[in-house]
């Protein structure tokens, strides 16, 4: 092998890992944490509506889901099911970020829909799916921060 070809391969394999994250123990958490969410998703988030039928308006949520907990369904389910997924699979460090800033958007919508959902007068209040699929998506989106900034 000739110099040039050696200083090509160190070079393409510098490309490659600066471009890639090592999760080391910390995947296995946010891997719990999707899971988690998940769970929180088809557990009740508004009367006995789970949270994937709040986002496509079925069930007791037809007519009843504002644009608020629709949106939070919506976008934990992008960034904090599909994003995370895509980002642990795929190890890239730009999901990360992806992963990590859109699950800081998705827990500011949780918030937002428990609140909405509690001051709505004769709602009931949030359901035990949304408020465990808000703290979900929160320590995603700490986790996938720590990882994004730290480059580890």
Same mark, same amino acid.
């Given at each position: 092998?000739?110099?040039?070809?050696?200083?090509?391969?160190?070079?393409?394999?510098?490309?490659?890992?600066?471009?890639?994250?090592?999760?080391?123990?910390?995947?296995?958490?946010?891997?719990?944490? &999707?899971? !988690?969410?998940?769970?929180?998703?088809?557990?009740?988030? +508004?009367?006995?509506?789970?949270?994937?039928? !709040?986002?496509?308006?079925?069930?007791?949520?037809?007519?009843?889901?504002?644009?608020?907990?629709?949106?939070?369904?919506?976008?934990?389910?992008?960034?904090?099911?599909?994003?995370?997924?895509?980002?642990?699979?795929?190890?890239?460090?730009?999901?990360?970020?992806?992963?990590?800033?859109?699950?800081?958007?998705?827990? &500011?919508?949780? &918030?937002?829909?428990?609140?909405?959902?509690?001051?709505?007068?004769?709602?009931?209040?949030?359901?035990?799916? +949304? !408020?465990?699929?808000?703290?979900? +998506?929160?320590?995603?989106?700490?986790?996938?921060?720590?990882?994004?900034?730290?480059?580890?």
């Amino acid at each position: 092998m000739s110099e040039n070809q050696l200083r090509d391969e160190i070079d393409a394999i510098e490309r490659t890992a600066a471009r890639t994250v090592d999760l080391g123990a910390r995947a296995v958490v946010i891997s719990v944490a &999707v899971f !988690v969410l998940i769970v929180g998703q088809v557990l009740p988030w +508004m009367g006995d509506a789970a949270g994937w039928q !709040v986002l496509l308006a079925q069930g007791d949520a037809a007519g009843k889901a504002g644009a608020v907990p629709r949106l939070f369904a919506g976008t934990s389910i992008l960034f904090g099911i599909l994003t995370s997924a895509l980002a642990l699979t795929t190890r890239r460090w730009a999901l990360t970020w992806v992963a990590a800033l859109g699950g800081w958007f998705a827990s &500011v919508d949780g &918030v937002l829909a428990i609140w909405t959902r509690q001051s709505a007068g004769n709602t009931g209040g949030p359901g035990i799916g +949304m !408020v465990i699929s808000e703290v979900a +998506m929160v320590v995603l989106a700490v986790l996938w921060f720590r990882t994004a900034w730290s480059r580890d």
